[in-house]
């Protein structure tokens, strides 16, 4: 009896411990966010999580039109009026590390973590 008492206890050990690594790679992935970058400098910050559109043109500093669209957790560019039309043939982009160059109007979207982004604080 006192032994099944400390299996019990053993396999709810075992499950909370599995629920709390689930959570955390839930949390981390959820944390993933779009870097939007113009000429070097950080323009705005989007979580991949909420469905959202973002416009850049001369007026925030880029050197042409750019339309980037966040769904579903992927960042793409959906439209852009820059020459080489490169940037809106990159395609979707939603893990960390992966960019979207639009080398023409020096608009760059970078896919980070929440914990790379809070190294990038620190330096
Ligand atoms: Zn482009």
Redesign the pocket.
Known sequence: MKKNDIILAASFVVVAIICAIFIQVVIKKAGNVAVVSIDGQVYKELSLNVNTKLEIDAAVGAD?Y?FIVIENGYAY?KD?????????HQGRISKVGETI?????K?VIEIKGKNTELDAVVQ
């Open positions: 042409g750019n560019m852009a009026d820059c020459t080489d039309k490169i940037c809106v160059v639009c080398l023409p109007h608009v």
